[in-house]
């Protein structure tokens, strides 16, 4: 049965039993889950992800966002950037890696000669998270209980785009895609596998550099394209 977004015909993308499994709540754009023959389908289209993630109640952040952050770039990226979870500024704009991380990792696919229009990026929590300090939002850690009911979401968008390789920027993402916890420093630059034997590079999130204090920030910028100087655009 096919659909259409945006004029195109979208064909319905399914998970097998086996990710169903792990990703039980996986929802499907309008109708709901429907089990046929050991496999379960999940939504169809990016748009149909943004308004389902946008009315997500499974965790308490959704309440507090200004909006969900769903992911992007091209239908059928080879490669998916995966963070941590949307900041102040993702938040406002409804797009991730736009503030100074997302520069920062710009700066980095520049560098190492990969258009960001030609990756997708994500994030494995889809609200931001914060605490108010004045009138400043504060970003706070998501907790696994939160990774945890925002996986399904971050599987459907795995499912949407096929990537032949994800890339974990930090511990969360790490957790979320390997779905246990991953020593970030102890594998950065590694190559792992998942269940569904896609492939993930482990790395630090951006701002995690951004935090370096400036006699070790080159050394660490140039540890960092290492790390990702193991993506292959091709």
Request: charge should be positive; proline fraction near 7%.
């Amino acid at each position: 049965m096919k659909g259409t977004a945006n004029g195109r015909d979208v064909r319905p993308l399914t998970l097998t039993a086996a990710q169903a499994r792990k990703s039980p709540r996986a929802p499907i754009a309008a109708a709901g889950p429907e089990v046929v023959e050991g496999v379960v389908e999940v939504v169809r289209s990016h748009a149909a992800l943004k308004r389902a993630t946008d009315h997500c109640r499974e965790c308490p952040i959704g309440e507090h966002a200004t909006q969900s952050v769903c992911g992007e770039g091209p239908r059928k990226a080879g490669i998916m950037l995966v963070g941590e979870q949307p900041g102040d500024q993702e938040d406002l704009a409804g797009k991730p890696f736009v503030g100074p991380a997302g520069k920062l990792l710009d700066r980095a696919l520049e560098q190492l000669g990969i258009p960001r229009a030609q990756v997708f990026v994500s994030n494995a929590v889809k609200h931001f998270k914060y605490e108010l300090r004045g009138k400043r939002r504060i970003h706070k850690s998501p907790t696994q209980r939160e990774i945890a009911a925002c996986s399904h979401w971050l599987e459907n968008e795995i499912a949407l785009v096929q990537p032949a390789l994800l890339v974990a920027l930090g511990a969360t993402a790490a957790r979320a895609l390997l779905g246990k916890a991953v020593p970030v420093m102890a594998n950065r630059g590694q190559i792992l596998e998942r269940e569904d034997g896609r492939k993930v590079l482990i790395t630090l999130h951006p701002s995690a550099l951004l935090r370096v204090l400036p006699p070790d920030r080159e050394a660490a910028w140039h540890d960092w394209l290492h790390d990702l100087s193991r993506i292959n655009p091709h």
